[in-house]
Nanobody
Framework: QVQLVESGGDLVQPGGSLRLSCAAS????????MAWYRQAPGKERELVGR???????SYADSVKGRFTISGDNAKNTVHLQMNSLKPEDTAVYYC???????????????WGQGTQVTVSS
């Protein structure tokens, strides 16, 4: 069983910063990538950024220069540092990972439960 748990969501004023974390746990053999998505009310879920270990992280145009993804491979954790937050960043943020569990021969996508980020004065 593999689980992803996000944390760090909060209410923050425009221009502020937040750091989200996502920890993967369970019978993990390999993590191929971890990514952050977000879904605002009435909108489709969208990719925020993705971390693939040794490769450079990639980001949506709307967050480039403001958001940074970093990973801690030893702890199976990925962080999303969000700076210069705007009201339009308000959304539920989800962590997704592509993981091969020790009991399987192939990798699967796993999602966390989401954490709410609200940017408002």
């Amino acid at each position: 069983q593999v689980q992803l748990v996000e944390s760090g969501g909060d209410l923050v004023q425009p221009g502020g910063s937040l750091r989200l974390s996502c920890a993967a746990s369970g019978n993990i053999d390999s993590i191929y990538y971890m990514a952050w998505y977000r879904q605002a009310p009435g909108k489709e879920r969208e990719l925020v950024g993705r971390n693939s270990g040794g490769e450079s992280s990639s980001y949506a145009d709307s967050v480039k220069g403001r958001f940074t993804i970093s990973g801690d491979n030893a702890k199976n954790t990925v962080h999303l540092q969000m700076n210069s937050l705007k009201p339009e960043d308000t959304a539920v943020y989800y962590c997704k990972a592509f993981i091969r569990a020790t009991s399987t021969a192939f990798a699967l996508e796993y999602w966390g439960q989401g954490t709410q980020v609200t940017v408002s004065s």
